[in-house]
């Protein structure tokens, strides 16, 4: 298949109801967590892009045009369309429907499929994109680093159900944030603790900035509760060739063999 043709393809995804449909069935099926839907979906795409852009500035030979305007999009698109089939195990769930739909997608009046590597490489992206696995398995695609960087980067207060985001501010305000809230409620104050996330670039570093509302919580919970998926970052951009930290507040922290976040 010319890469054209795969492009026209990766476009129709972005708009086919199928894919909207599960999305909001995951979403629901995942309704005690932060969001996962549809935009959820866009913005890990959208972030994947941006990484891409800069990584490919510093190693122009490291993607080539299939990785980065094919597999990388499509599978950070297409992370997290398992959990309308299994929350759990979304990622296994995911990527064999990944595998199955991308197999079938064809142009209208046209039988040539997406090149079956293509399809592979995708899949196996979205099996391991969580970060257990992630913190368990050798890196050897940059695609499948850039997609983790970008889903574990993805989080602020938008991602907080609207209920869930009206008591935190309520709590807020009478200065009562750490009132316990029903499950998921832990992850749902570090998210609405963080009202503006960027990914910035350095020559050597990649900075996660966060800005944190310190009366909703403190910067600790958040890099602990989310340790997993920070030292997941930190191994994919090392793969990458970039060191990872996180800024809160303007102040940068570090992390050293996969110990605490302490003040750089």
Known sequence: MELHKALTLV?????????????????????????????????????????????????????DAWTKDVVI?????????????????????????????????????????????????????????RSQIVLNTPFNDPAWAIVVLADKCVGDEERVRPVRAAILSLLTMIRASWVPLRKGGIHDRANFAIKKSDLVFGKSDIGLALTVDR???????????????????????????????????GERFTNAGGKSWEPA
């Open 73 to 129: 999009p499509l599978a950070a698109y297409l992370h997290d369309i398992g959990r309308a089939i299994d929350v759990d195990e979304h990622a296994a769930a995911g990527a064999k429907w990944t595998k199955q739909y991308l197999s079938r997608l064809r142009l209208p009046h046209d039988t040539e499929p997406l090149p079956v590597p293509v399809i592979n490489r995708i899949a196996r992206i979205v099996a391991c994109h």
């Open 11 to 63: 476009a129709a995804c972005y708009t086919d109801p199928e894919i909207e449909r599960l999305y909001e069935a995951g979403d629901k099926l995942s309704s005690h967590q932060t969001k996962h839907d549809i935009d959820h979906a866009c913005q890990v795409r959208d972030l994947a892009a941006k990484i891409s852009s800069e990584v490919s500035n510093r190693h122009p030979n490291l993607l």
């Open 215 to 249: 009366r909703v919580c403190e910067p600790a919970l958040i890099y602990n509760l989310y340790n997993d998926r920070f030292q997941a970052c930190v191994k994919a951009a090392a793969y990458l060739g970039y060191t990872f930290s996180l800024v809160f507040n």
